[in-house]
């Protein structure tokens, strides 16, 4: 049996959102472009789930495209607002924790002549609002800020941090991709732009996605096509995604958010308890993802220990999935201030709706035993003081 603990990377498709893509494939395969009636069925099921987002954010249906992820959401947010407001100015504030779509992104556009700022974060992953504001300048346009960190799950205060935007006239953005339906979010209230969100990290399908975007904010789109999403995105719809999209966030929204923040503090007691020498990363209190487990084991290789775990059963990730292909030590680990060694001996373990406690409590009697075995070879005698 699996006990997957890697839901920050992905998710398993809820059963009624499979349901709900079915008859997208099947029989209703129109394009939802065409004028006949077969068109029009995917056009309304398109608007429909367009509503049902838009409802999720407390949004208007006409401030929400549809991308194929949160990768693309990113990258138009951010390409998109920068080359439509170059002749405002060039420079745009970013931090040193962002996922790579946008940190890339932001690489990017320095190639293009954008100058970027990447804000530094506390030992907890939080942007002090006093630094964004110093990085301010009449030459800044944009500012993307994680809501949700993927990796050691610090939730922004992004209401405060938007707040200075706007005050600034600058626009904000927000990868929102780990916190939509875990946080709540209503950008009737927040001062946010741009927020991009991502269906698979949602029970949902994977290649959907979407960007909100604030009436009124100038983009210039990524690609050149059609007039799909008001001209925002070309290209066919992908109905059954956009559909599933649709229902795994009304299936997200009505979970009690609670009862997976007791399981997941039930691993943190449980972890702690067991085993020494440990630090937990990250924030612990209610600037915490609900999910997020990210503990750095002293004197432990985190790709062997993430190996162990494989072998019983246990899914986990080290670092993030986007960067556990390469053996750099992860960004956000260093940005918070863990030293490569420590880094290194990293564990993420990411939660849903599933994980019970039962689970949890196998998954640390491995965590135990690996970590055992693997101190008793370590070269290394590291002594982590800075266990919360
Ligand atoms: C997963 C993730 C993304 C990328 O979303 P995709 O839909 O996989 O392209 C972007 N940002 C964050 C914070 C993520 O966790």
């Known amino acids: 049996m699996t006990i997957y603990l890697d839901n920050g990377a992905t998710t398993a498709v809820d059963k009624e959102v499979v349901e709900a893509m079915l008859p997208f494939f099947k029989d209703k395969y129109g394009n939802a472009s065409s004028m006949h009636h077969a068109g029009q069925d995917a056009r309304k099921a398109v608007d429909d789930a367009r509503q049902k987002i838009a409802d999720a ?62 804000l530094d974060v506390d030992p907890d992953g939080l942007v002090s609002p006093e630094s964004l504001e110093k990085a301010i300048t009449d030459k800044t346009i944009l500012v993307s800020i994680i809501h949700g960190n993927n990796e050691i ?143 750095s084991f002293a004197n432990v290789e985190g790709e062997a220990l993430g190996s162990y775990l494989d072998i019983d059963g246990i899914c986990v990730s080290t670092g993030s999935a986007c960067s556990s292909q390469t053996l750099e030590p992860s960004h956000v680990l260093l940005a918070i201030g863990l030293s490569k060694e420590i880094a290194n001996g990293t564990l993420r373990m990411t939660l849903s709706k599933h994980t019970t406690k039962e689970e949890i ?26 266990v919360q």
């Open 57 to 118: 954010l407390g949004a208007e249906a006409k401030e929400i495209i549809f991308t194929s992820g949160g990768t693309e959401s990113d990258n138009l947010a951010i390409k998109g607002a920068a080359r439509a407001n170059k002749e405002k100015g060039n420079h745009i504030i970013t931090t040193k924790i962002e996922h790579p779509a946008v940190l890339s992104t932001c690489k990017k556009l320095e190639k293009e002549g954008f100058s970027v700022t990447y």
């Open 153 to 295: 799950g610090t939730v922004q205060d992004i209401a405060g941090l938007g707040k200075i935007c706007r005050e600034k006239g600058v626009l904000f953005h927000t990868d929102a991709v780990q916190s939509f339906t875990k946080v709540p979010l209503d950008v009737s209230l927040l001062p946010v732009d741009m927020m991009s969100i991502s269906a698979h990290k949602i029970h949902g399908p994977k290649g959907t996605g979407a960007l909100y975007v604030r009436a009124g904010t100038r983009l210039k789109p990524l690609m050149q096509g059609g007039s799909h999403e008001f001209k925002m995105r070309p290209g066919t719809e992908n109905v059954p995604g956009i559909v599933g999209f649709a229902r795994a966030a009304e299936i997200a929204l009505a979970v009690d958010v609670s009862k997976i923040t007791e399981v997941r503090n039930h691993a943190f007691k449980q972890i702690i308890k067991e085993i020494d020498n440990i630090k937990v990363n990250g924030p612990r209190d209610e600037m915490r993802l609900c999910n997020n487990i990210n503990i």
């Open 361 to 386: 409590d196998k998954a640390v009697e491995s965590l135990k035993k690996h970590t055992e075995k693997l101190r008793a070879i370590s070269p290394l005698n590291t002594v982590l003081e800075n």
